[in-house]
T-cell receptor
């Protein structure tokens, strides 16, 4: 069975601080896919990134960066110079090849104050 | 524009009154799925469908029914809603290849359902 753990339930930062959201996953499959989604207060799920298990390159997109480390089964998400608009719940999710279910972590609520 | 559309977005209903939450996608996707989101539990899959007339249970199927008569639609049916089905519901879709290979899953905007 798959499992995704987001140990940080809630994080509060002040604008312009950097913040890292942790994600640890468990799977016995060798081919799998990791995702991050953002859920703003309006409720919709916004896709941020997908990572394949065979691609450990880190990725940067503007103020967002992702650190994928298979050795520690982690897929952490860093926001640089946070902004109030980054306030949301962030979900990490895992899907194994050949299966349809997306296994979500319980989410981390990020609150960025001015 | 690629879209997954859910209706209604907000609904308050009473225990036992049958309701249907519709889901429609315009991307010709084979794979569709329903999730529910509850505080402290994240999102959990209710049912999924790999193609027309093919459906299967997810992690929390009790109290729900689905049907897939057309490729674009995947309604979620609550035959006799109970208060523990109060939740935020998401419909999702992706191409069949995507379902296997992990390509992007598109989510609807969510349906807030309250059962009193």
């Amino acid at each position: 069975a798959q499992k995704v753990t987001q140990a940080q339930t809630e994080i509060s930062v002040v604008e312009k601080e950097d913040v890292t959201l942790d994600c640890v996953y468990e799977t016995r499959d060798t081919t799998y896919y990791l995702f991050w989604y953002k859920q703003p207060p309006s409720g919709e799920l916004v896709f941020l990134i997908r990572r394949n298990s065979f691609d450990e390159q880190n990725e940067i997109s503007g103020r967002y960066s992702w650190n994928f480390q298979k050795s520690t089964s982690s897929f952490n998400f860093t926001i640089t110079a946070s902004q109030v608009v980054d306030s949301a719940v962030y979900f990490c999710a895992l899907r194994v090849s050949g299966y349809s279910t997306l296994t979500f972590g319980k989410g981390t609520m990020l609150l960025v104050s001015p | 524009e690629a879209q997954v559309t859910q209706n209604p977005r907000y609904l308050i209903t009473v225990t036992g009154k049958k309701l249907t939450v519709t889901c429609s996608q315009n991307m010709n996707h084979e794979y569709m799925s329903w999730y529910r989101q509850d505080p402290g539990l994240g999102l959990r899959q209710i049912y999924y469908s790999m193609n027309v007339e093919v459906t299967d249970k997810g992690d929390v199927p009790e109290g729900y029914k689905v049907s897939r008569k057309e490729k674009r639609n995947f309604p979620l049916i609550l035959e006799s809603p109970s208060p523990n089905q109060t939740s935020l519901y998401f419909c999702a879709s992706s191409s069949r290849t995507g379902a296997i290979s992990g390509n992007t899953i598109y989510f609807g905007e969510g349906s807030w359902l309250t059962v009193v």
